[in-house]
């Protein structure tokens, strides 16, 4: 897997090879992937309609999965800043036969309005973010989130050198603690829903919610 650094102005450590990241994952799930997407999505559980982000989405296998639960009159968006990984996630879109919209953005500055999405979903990505750029990630989470709009991040607890094995070989960037993700979900104004472990090496989700709906 290469990392190198970003070509954007904003910092974040970009990944440029879908096939290698989609083989690692295949690995560290050994080959349990779409059960995790599944756990994911019960617990960020889009509904009928809904307009969902898919923040640093990768090879877009979550943002795919979201698309037969929002139905006809929904949608699903992802967003990463990697032109590489969002090439492979069109191709495994088209390959589905399912309708997503990849755009080129990174977390920091995301190309929509406020308020367009009433949930927002961001897994394993939070870790590529150096800590001031988390901050002005969730920034914008919170501004493109509808008022009652949820959000589910979910990422590493733990560093995957203190796993060990294969995982810390073909995954050696950082993690962010439990406790930071809540702090940056509240710092950016968000309600603490839920949060607890995945029970898959080591992940660690927070739910959270935008003040504001109407009752
Ligand atoms: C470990 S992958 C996770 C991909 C996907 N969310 C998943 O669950 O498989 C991290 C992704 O974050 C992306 N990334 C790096 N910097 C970013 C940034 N500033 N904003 C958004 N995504 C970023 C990388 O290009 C990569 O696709």
């Known amino acids: 897997m290469s990392h190198s650094p970003p070509h954007l102005p904003l910092p974040g450590i970009l990944l440029h090879s879908p096939r290698a990241y989609d083989l690692q994952v295949w690995l560290a799930t050994r080959g349990r992937e779409r059960s995790l997407r599944e756990t994911i999505l019960n617990l960020a559980r889009p509904r009928p309609g809904e307009a969902v982000l898919d923040v640093g989405c990768g090879t877009g296998t979550l943002a795919i999965a979201t698309r037969p639960r929002v139905g006809p ?16 996630a069109r191709r495994k879109a088209r390959r589905s036969g399912v309708e997503v919209s990849f ?17 927002v979903m961001s897994t394993l990505m939070l870790h590529h973010l150096p800590r001031p750029a988390r901050g002005e990630a969730l920034r914008e989470i919170r501004r493109v989130l509808k008022p009652g709009g949820r959000l589910l991040v979910v990422d590493f607890a733990s560093s995957s050198k203190q796993q060990g094995g294969l995982l810390h070989r073909l995954h050696h960037h950082g993690r962010v603690k439990p406790a930071e993700i809540l702090e940056l979900v509240t710092g950016a104004g968000l309600e603490r829903l839920d949060a607890g472990a995945l029970s898959v090496r080591d992940l660690y989700y927070v739910l959270a919610v935008a003040p504001g709906a109407e009752a």
């Open 103 to 119: 755009v080129q953005a990174p977390a920091q500055a995301l190309p929509f309005p406020e308020r367009r999405f009433d949930l």
């Open 73 to 88: 009159d929904g949608e699903v968006v992802g967003a990463d800043p990697s032109a590489e990984m969002l090439a492979g």
